[in-house]
């Protein structure tokens, strides 16, 4: 024979035509070199099959991780491209941020202080220009480790809600339902409003179902005060949010959280008009009944001493 089996390597110590059935002694023993030489020679070869195991269930391996980022990216977070310098100094341009998808599902609506990312509501950003990505960049859109280009989406961060009233008038400060916020985070050297006559003056009521947003570098954020006459008035629909911003994700010497302000921490709730009616209504309610209570009392003592 020209090549030996597993069992007889050398091709020697058995008869022609042997097989795996023959006894240990025919084969010289179990303790021959031949038996010993077998054995390694299965040993080595086991990590190779191991290996071309591998190599078939890669592809499978990353069609997984590919349905699984992909449904990360649609419900739980995704990142976000900070494309321009109108949330400095909170935001920098060139900053990576995650956004929170999964609480909207939940019924959750945006809250004043939280910094969101919105779909364009009303052509905010015509005329802005389009970068072409390259192939790279597409799939690395796809599976939500980049913002797409083809996305419309802003950042800003929310100042009223529905219901609230905000009010700028001069330099600020800006005034939620009449109370002036400490703004710690508008850029440096920018004042809370912007005197001019294009949107920085302004008093609003937020209809329901819609928010009001600005950018922290105030001067240099074309936000709701400057899209008044826009189909909306310049709020921004609910409907129209993504999500949360909640940490700078990238670069890494700028990690950080982005919580909601202290600013906003205080009673800020506008009363509904149901509310105002019914507190005013109490004392007048007291008053009459006191008024009337007095009245009747006269009149039961005059009647007594009548009779």
Not at 125 to 143: A, C, F, H, Y
Not at 182 to 191: H, K, L, P
Not at 264 to 282: C, I, K
Request: aromatic residues 6%; negative net charge; glycine residues 14%.
């Amino acid at each position: 024979m020209g090549s030996g089996s597993a069992e007889d390597p050398g091709g020697r110590g058995g008869p022609p035509g042997g097989t795996g059935n023959d006894s240990p002694d025919a084969a010289g023993g179990a303790d021959t070199p031949q038996a010993a030489a077998a054995q390694d020679d299965g040993e080595g070869r086991e990590p190779a099959n191991k290996q071309r195991s591998f190599w078939k269930e890669l592809p499978l391996l990353i069609g997984i991780a590919l349905v699984l980022a992909l449904l990360i990216k649609t419900f739980l977070v995704q990142a976000f491209s900070i494309p321009s310098d109108s949330m400095q100094n909170t935001l920098q341009q060139g900053d990576r941020v995650l956004v929170d998808k999964l609480t909207p599902w939940f019924g959750s609506e945006p809250e004043r202080g939280e910094v969101v990312v919105f779909n364009d509501p009303a052509d905010w950003l015509i005329g802005e220009p389009t970068p072409e990505p390259n192939p790279v960049q597409r799939v690395l859109s796809w599976i939500g480790l980049m913002p797409s280009s083809e996305e419309k989406d802003l950042i800003k961060r929310v100042v009223g809600v529905g219901g609230d009233t905000i009010e700028c008038e001069g330099t600020g400060p800006l005034k939620v339902n009449g109370k002036a916020l400490n703004e710690s985070y508008v850029y440096a050297g920018n004042t809370p409003c912007t005197m001019d006559d294009h949107g920085g003056q302004f008093k609003v009521t937020v209809p329901e179902g819609k928010i009001w947003v600005m950018g922290d570098h105030r001067q240099n954020s074309l936000d709701s005060r400057y899209h008044q006459n826009d189909k909306n008035e310049g709020f921004v629909p609910v409907d129209n949010v993504v999500g949360r911003a909640i940490v700078i994700a990238w670069p890494p010497t700028r990690w950080a959280t982005l919580p909601v302000p202290d600013a906003f921490d205080q009673n800020l709730g506008a009363a509904a008009p149901g509310a105002l009616g019914l507190a005013g209504a109490v004392p007048l309610v007291l008053w009459r009944r006191r008024r009337l209570l007095t009245a009747g009392s006269g009149r039961v003592t005059g009647s007594g001493t009548a009779g």
